[in-house]
């Protein structure tokens, strides 16, 4: 069967078209993934607006998903089902694929299956390596998310760690704004870290040992002894305070008013130290509870997980460790729609497809997702096998 995906959380507007193989092994193919990114629109703002994004999306949604029908060679009639982001992200944004997806379902008359946004980059590491050796540790690392998964065995995740504050790739794009390096920050602050000394700045690395109040329902935080399992949340926004104070003492500008200035080693060193406080906070934490779980394999994914000095600590930790280290291509590690129909067609094979009435949902647990909709409680759910 093809699956025609859409993933418009954020600030990207991608559809893929995908076909199942058959091998157990590798289950699904790409036969064509495409995806228009408004970047440029949100720069200009240091961030992504959430209103010009949505707006965006409805101009592209259409031309995107034509695209992927014509690269994969396939009419809309070969598309046997969609799935579409249902959540987390940009509640507007996710309207439009989630009306575009409804749309071409009802118009087709072929089932839509829900995808959660996590399901999806975890997925991207068997889209891109086949299935992993099972039990797996998981690390999705993001704009909007830095989780830590369990996976038993394929297709179920269970949330052992998260960030109690900001995430990851939220913390390299507010750092990059006070640098004054534009947006996104990872891709520049990655590159600038090159030139940099690493052991110039000393950053807080924080380490919790105060249960999470907040923590959501269903987790896995019982397969770890309770003070691991705190230990394996992670924080960054004690970081980014941090350096927001240094660069106010390192600043020439006297001007309160006027732009950060530094010296461009000073940003460079900035930049390098930064970024091994948090590859060194993600690992850290990572292998502990690889170690802990006697985990088979780790896998990194999200749109951090491009990082160039993540994938090469990771791979040296995972060689010491004895546990192989599953990265996505870059293609894949950041936002795109061929993750979302690795998971929609991972949820379709085990028998979950989603009414017309599921709505775009801006929070949504990964553990709620993965129950049928009856069981949610949000009117009725049809389940095929
Ligand atoms: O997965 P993604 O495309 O969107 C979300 O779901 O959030 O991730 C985007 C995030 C941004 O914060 C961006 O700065 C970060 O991924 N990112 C990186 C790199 N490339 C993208 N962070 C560090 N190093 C990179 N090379
Ligand atoms: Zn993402």
């Not at 991608?14 to 629109?41: F, H, K, N, Y």
């Not at 987790?219 to 691991?228: E, F, H, Q, R, S």
């Not at 003492?249 to 390098?272: G, K, R, T, V």
């Amino acid at each position: 069967m093809n699956l025609l995906a859409i993933e418009t959380s954020c600030d990207e507007t991608a559809a893929a078209v995908l076909a199942e193989t058959g091998d157990p092994a590798r289950p699904w193919t790409i036969r064509s993934s495409i995806v228009a990114s408004q970047t440029t629109i949100h720069r200009e703002w240091g961030g992504v607006v959430p209103e010009l994004a949505s707006r965006q999306h409805v101009r592209d949604i259409c031309g995107v998903v034509e695209a992927s029908l014509e690269k994969a060679g396939c009419a809309s009639s070969d598309i046997g089902a969609v799935a579409v982001t249902q959540g987390p992200g940009l509640v507007g944004s996710l309207l439009v694929g989630v009306s575009y997806a409804k749309a071409f379902s009802w118009a087709k008359g072929i089932p839509v299956i829900p995808v959660h946004h996590l399901a999806g980059h975890i997925e991207s590491l068997v889209l891109a390596h086949g299935e992993l050796p099972m039990p797996a540790a998981v690390l999705v690392v993001s704009g909007g998310h830095t989780s830590l998964y369990f996976l038993p065995e394929p297709g179920t995740y269970r949330l052992i760690g998260r960030t109690r504050d900001d995430a990851a790739g939220e913390a390299y794009d507010k750092v990059a704004k006070l640098l004054g390096l534009g947006y996104p920050g990872g891709p520049v602050i990655d590159k600038l870290a090159r030139q940099g000394r690493e052991d110039r700045f000393s950053f807080p690395a924080t380490r919790l040992t105060h249960a999470d109040r907040n923590a959501p329902k269903a987790t896995g935080a019982d397969l770890l002894p309770p003070d691991v399992a705190r230990r394996i949340d992670f924080s960054f926004s004690g970081l980014k305070t941090a350096v927001l104070r240094l660069v106010r003492e390192l600043n020439q500008n006297s001007d309160p008013d006027a732009p950060i200035a530094l010296p461009p080693q000073d940003i460079a060193d900035i930049c390098a130290s930064f970024q091994k406080t948090v590859v060194t906070a993600l690992l850290d934490r990572l292998f502990e509870a690889a170690a802990w779980l006697d985990a088979r394999s780790i896998g990194i994914s999200g749109g951090v997980s491009a990082n160039s000095r993540l994938r090469a600590d990771a791979e040296a930790r995972g060689a010491k460790a004895g546990r192989p280290v599953f990265v996505p291509p870059i293609s894949l590690s950041t936002d795109n729609a061929a993750m979302i129909g690795a998971a929609g067609l991972r949820l379709y094979r085990s028998g979950v497809v989603g009414s017309l009435d599921f709505n775009a949902e801006a929070s949504l647990a990964l553990s709620e997702h993965l129950r049928p909709e009856r069981e949610r409680g949000s009117g009725p759910a049809s389940t095929q096998k």
